[in-house]
């Protein structure tokens, strides 16, 4: 996609230090290390706090208090995690309190539903303006014809991670413009 080369060794220099608590065995509980370590700063407290913020909200953690991580970090894997899924610690803990409906529906995130959006809504400004064929071609950083294979993967019935793609596309697209387009 990009018409400049990667650097490999920064790549797996980063990815090292960033996978730096998990061993070679990569137990369980150093890939929820490293998780935590990863996800709960870059991805899910910012998008809390920002969302939190915009909205006059103060938001509390208390899953995150260093009582209970530490507690829960000192646990055996199979206290975790079973085949029957996820948050199994905090299913068992409030089973006797909470409705069984609770335990038998599918999970139920907060993703955005980008896909629709870019399908309908954001389809203009995405393909006629930020991804526009004359418009990439003149920055040359991205192949064009890599671009349009992922439009058209977008638009058929196994978009598969198309979406995700695009999407990172398009908002380094609207940086570039907001940055370096005169």
């Known amino acids: 996609l990009l018409k400049f ?5 920064q790549y797996k220099d ?13 137990s369980f509980n150093q890939v ?6 990863l996800v709960l700063p870059n991805d899910m407290l910012t998008k809390v ?19 209970i991580v530490d507690f829960a970090a ?21 089973r006797n309190i909470l409705p069984s409906e609770l335990y038998n529906r599918p999970k139920h995130g907060f993703e955005v539903p980008l896909l629709k959006w870019m399908r309908k809504e954001l389809k203009t400004i995405i393909f006629d303006d930020l991804l526009n064929k004359d418009f990439v071609e003149a920055q040359n950083i991205f192949n064009y014809n890599e ?6 993967k977008l638009f058929s019935s196994n978009p598969e991670d198309a979406t995700a793609r695009i999407w990172a596309l398009t908002v380094f697209q609207w940086w570039w413009k907001k940055y370096f387009n005169d």
């Open 74 to 94: 000192a646990l055996p894997s199979n206290y975790k995690i079973d085949s029957g899924g996820r948050k199994k610690i905090l299913r068992d803990a409030f």
């Open 32 to 37: 929820l290390l490293s998780d935590m370590k």
């Open 14 to 26: 980063r990815k090292d230090q960033l996978t730096s608590d998990i061993s070679k065995e990569g």
């Open 5 to 9: 080369s990667v650097d490999f060794v």
């Open 147 to 152: 671009i349009e294979k992922l439009r058209k």
């Open 49 to 67: 706090d920002l969302m939190s913020m915009a909205n006059s909200l103060e938001v509390r953690t208390p899953f995150l208090d260093y009582r």
